[in-house]
């Protein structure tokens, strides 16, 4: 009887020894009456140590009242949280914890099965630091940010102050009913835009007409990325947009420029042309006008 008792014995620590995650299991009073040698790895206790301990030895932010109080309601319910436990040495770390109301050797207990998540919380804080980070850079760009969705329409998914403010909204609230096809000076442009980026591996830079909210024209350079879900599908364009317009605006007045200037160069009846002096014996034409080119038979 008695060998079946420690070979039962056995078998359960040998089956709290296989389980993972820390296992320990406290009487109603909140003292230790088991535990796998995964919890006493977590926290740097030793078998000699184990049935000196109470719950409020371990935890690091939950007073003994406390714990009192939240195991009270424990006796025939589940409660899963997150807290910190600190070890023998005094360090904190990060746990979750999944405790259950119990009977063990015919008393009331509480099972508890704790996982150290402190890899997993400071990954979270590090990608929250991230995502801050990427947000303020994204809101203080000088240039518009959007993220849309393909197709004629394209949905507005996210958008960037720096894009409100070219367009002359206010804020994102401004934008709701709109698609990106409603900002486009020609709302049929906007398939053949999102069809050329699919078609051009996903990627293509565009110079846009657009309109402003008051329907003033603008000019933007667009840079569009496609982004797939894991099967390929296209789901949505990440987008830089910038106002070229002032720059449109003077490649057109120096268009307009160019064109004067060859009327007068070549209209006038006077023989006109550009040399360049290559050294104080030696030069070379580089232009000459009609008039030029009839007196001289120099054409170049």
């Not at 003292?31 to 184990?50: H, T």
């Not at 830079?205 to 879900?229: F, H, P, Y």
């Amino acid at each position: 009887m008695v060998k079946n008792r420690e070979d039962d014995r056995y078998s359960f620590k040998a089956l709290m020894n296989s389980i993972r995650d820390g296992v320990v299991i406290i009487d109603s009073d909140l003292q230790v009456l088991e535990a796998n040698q995964n919890f006493l790895d977590m926290l740097g206790y030793s078998e000699i140590d184990l049935h000196a301990l109470r719950a409020w030895d371990w935890h690091a932010k939950i007073t003994e009242q406390d714990l009192r109080h939240q195991f009270s309601k424990l006796q025939h319910t589940n409660r899963y949280y997150e807290t910190n436990y600190i070890s023998k040495e005094g360090l904190e770390f990060d746990v979750e914890v999944s405790t259950t109301g119990a009977f063990f050797a015919g008393k009331q207990a509480y099972i508890c099965i704790c996982r150290d998540i402190t890899d997993r919380k400071q990954a979270e804080k590090a990608l929250k630091e991230s995502e801050e980070k990427f947000r303020s850079l994204l809101q203080n760009l000088p240039v518009g940010v959007y993220r849309v969705t393909p197709g004629e329409n394209g949905k507005f998914l996210m958008v960037n102050p720096a894009f409100l403010n070219i367009f002359g909204f206010k804020s994102e609230q401004e934008l709701k009913g709109l698609n990106m096809c409603d900002l486009y000076f020609d709302t049929a442009e906007r398939k053949k835009a999102s069809d050329l980026v699919i078609d051009n591996a996903g990627y293509a830079s565009l110079e846009l007409k657009l309109r402003k909210k008051d329907g003033t024209v603008i000019w933007c350079l667009d840079t569009a990325q496609l982004i797939k879900d894991e099967a390929g599908n296209p789901i949505y364009f990440d987008c830089i947009l910038e106002d070229i317009t002032a720059r449109k605006e003077a490649e057109d007045k120096y268009s307009s420029l160019m064109e004067e200037y060859e009327k007068v160069f070549n209209g006038t009846q006077d023989a006109l042309f550009l040399i360049e002096i290559i050294d104080e014996n030696t030069f070379r034409f580089m232009r000459t006008n009609r008039t030029h080119q009839q007196k001289t038979g120099i054409t170049l």
